[in-house]
């Protein structure tokens, strides 16, 4: 494999968010204060986290977005352009601020978090119909991933530009919101964590032997699905067989902010480098472990060396 994916490249369609992350022993209760122990300020929002992981791994990313004509917006821009992601696509709204993340972290290293959209849903389906398929007659991406922190009419956008255009689309329900199913229909795979599972199918999915079943019912209304299931790795299917691939254990579980895109961008790049999925959900999984053993989303994503993914002679191996 090349220092690409080697298939023109991968588009993401998403948010960008300034991450506040504060650092608190446990959840307040209701009427309660807590005292943190610390607050940083860092990059985030799943589309950028995403776009951040695949260059992470070498990819060759164009992200597309909104952000604030703000500090934030700019730092944002900044950080991409550094990772080394095409974010010529990334338009700056003149009013409006950039969108936000307050993340709170435990000291067991769960988290929860309150995003306020701003900008992100000032990007317009007219848009991005244009831009994702000018990105793939000008470079050749054959692979679309989008999330589910924009509008809903965003996610339609970039799923039938992409699906017309002949690239494959690959779709985030993260956080859940309802998709038609003619839309769920183009994915491969759809990515989803148990509780967007549950929302998808009405029932709880929790663990690995119910994700497996969710994986039985899903991979029946799209091209292929993945379910993660946190510590127990991720559970997948296509047309043909199901599986589960197990999350080795971490040295320390840190802070899991931003895990599930780690694990979206590995995915991403070795299904855009021709892999089958069990390969790529394979190192989803090592990517996503690494990425809790640090704190916040961006600055914890692994290269290809850090998941196994590069030969001592500094080559991208293509085998798992």
Same mark, same amino acid.
């Given at each position: 494999?090349?220092?690409?994916? +080697?298939?023109?490249?991968?588009?993401?369609?998403?948010?960008?968010?300034?991450?506040?992350?504060?650092?608190?022993?446990?959840?307040? +209760?209701?009427?309660?204060?807590?005292?943190?122990?610390?607050?940083? @300020? @860092?990059?985030?929002?799943?589309?950028?986290?995403?776009?951040?992981?695949?260059?992470?791994?070498?990819?060759?990313?164009?992200?597309?977005?909104?952000?604030?004509?703000?500090?934030?917006?700019?730092?944002?821009?900044?950080?991409?352009?550094?990772?080394?992601?095409?974010?010529?696509?990334?338009?700056?709204?003149?009013?409006?601020? =950039?969108?936000?993340?307050?993340?709170?972290?435990?000291?067991?290293?769960?988290?929860? %978090?309150?995003?306020?959209?701003?900008?992100?849903?000032?990007?317009?389906?007219?848009?991005? =119909?244009?831009?994702?398929?000018?990105? %793939?007659?000008?470079?050749?991406?054959?692979?679309?991933?989008?999330?589910?922190?924009?509008?809903? $009419?965003?996610?339609?956008?970039?799923?039938?530009?992409?699906?017309?255009?002949? /690239?494959?689309?690959?779709?985030?329900?993260?956080?859940?919101?309802?998709?038609?199913?003619?839309?769920?229909?183009?994915?491969?795979?759809?990515?989803?964590?148990?509780? $967007? /599972?549950?929302?998808?199918?009405?029932?709880?999915?929790?663990? /690995?032997?119910?994700?497996?079943?969710?994986?039985?019912?899903?991979? *029946?209304?799209?091209?292929?699905?993945?379910?993660?299931?946190? /510590?127990?790795?991720?559970?997948?299917?296509? !047309?043909?067989?199901?599986? *589960?691939?197990?999350?080795?254990?971490?040295?320390?579980?840190?802070?899991?902010?931003?895990?599930?895109?780690?694990?979206?961008? !590995?995915?991403?790049?070795?299904? !855009?480098?021709?892999?089958?999925? $069990?390969?790529?959900? =394979?190192?989803?999984?090592?990517?996503? =472990?690494?990425?809790?053993?640090?704190?916040?989303?961006?600055?914890?994503?692994?290269?290809?060396?850090?998941?196994?993914?590069?030969?001592?002679?500094?080559?991208?191996?293509?085998?798992?």
């Amino acid at each position: 494999m090349s220092n690409g994916p +080697g298939t023109g490249g991968i588009i993401v369609v998403g948010s960008a968010n300034q991450d506040y992350i504060v650092r608190v022993p446990v959840p307040a +209760g209701p009427g309660e204060t807590v005292l943190a122990s610390g607050l940083l @300020q @860092q990059p985030g929002g799943k589309g950028a986290n995403q776009a951040v992981a695949m260059a992470r791994m070498r990819a060759d990313v164009s992200f597309v977005g909104s952000v604030g004509d703000d500090a934030d917006g700019a730092q944002l821009i900044r950080e991409l352009r550094s990772e080394g992601v095409d974010a010529t696509n990334v338009e700056i709204i003149s009013r409006g601020r =950039t969108g936000l993340a307050l993340v709170l972290v435990y000291d067991s290293g769960e988290n929860s %978090i309150t995003v306020v959209p701003g900008t992100n849903f000032a990007l317009t389906a007219e848009r991005v =119909t244009r831009t994702v398929g000018r990105i %793939i007659a000008e470079t050749g991406a054959a692979t679309m991933v989008a999330q589910a922190e924009v509008l809903p $009419e965003i996610i339609t956008a970039a799923i039938t530009a992409a699906a017309g255009a002949g /690239a494959r689309v690959i779709l985030n329900l993260a956080p859940y919101q309802p998709v038609a199913p003619e839309l769920l229909a183009q994915c491969d795979p759809l990515v989803v964590n148990e509780a $967007e /599972a549950s929302g998808l199918l009405g029932w709880e999915v929790r663990g /690995a032997a119910a994700a497996l079943r969710a994986v039985e019912d899903l991979r *029946h209304r799209t091209r292929s699905v993945v379910v993660t299931v946190g /510590a127990e790795g991720a559970c997948w299917g296509d !047309a043909d067989r199901v599986g *589960h691939v197990p999350a080795p254990v971490p040295s320390a579980v840190v802070d899991t902010t931003g895990a599930g895109d780690a694990f979206v961008g !590995a995915l991403a790049v070795r299904l !855009a480098a021709g892999t089958g999925l $069990e390969d790529a959900v =394979t190192f989803g999984v090592r990517a996503g =472990t690494f990425a809790v053993q640090s704190p916040g989303a961006q600055s914890s994503y692994p290269s290809p060396a850090d998941i196994g993914l590069e030969s001592a002679e500094g080559q991208v191996v293509t085998g798992a």
